[in-house]
């Protein structure tokens, strides 16, 4: 049985979705380079499923404990915290 507090201790919610990787997408790390980026991305809003993906990931880890966003931020998400 998992520990609270541990990195295996998942939510309610992260159970009704187990996904925890992020839609792949090779045009990503292109559009995040460019300057206009945000500006883009605020204009293209619902339409844009990337940044629609990431919102709404980022949204169901906000009920997980530390070191769960920890293990999918730095592990699945390749980003380093």
């Known amino acids: 049985m998992p520990q609270r507090g541990s990195e295996m201790f998942i939510s309610a919610i992260g159970h009704l979705d187990g996904r925890i990787d992020l839609y792949k997408s090779e045009t990503l790390t292109k559009e995040i ?7 883009k ?32 931020v730095n592990i699945h998400w390749k980003v380093m915290l």
């Open 33 to 39: 380079g460019e300057p206009d980026f945000w500006q």
């Open 41 to 72: 991305n605020i204009q293209l809003g619902i339409g844009h499923r990337v940044l629609m993906d990431l919102c709404m990931m980022a949204s169901k880890l906000a009920y997980e404990n530390a070191k769960v966003v920890q293990n999918v």
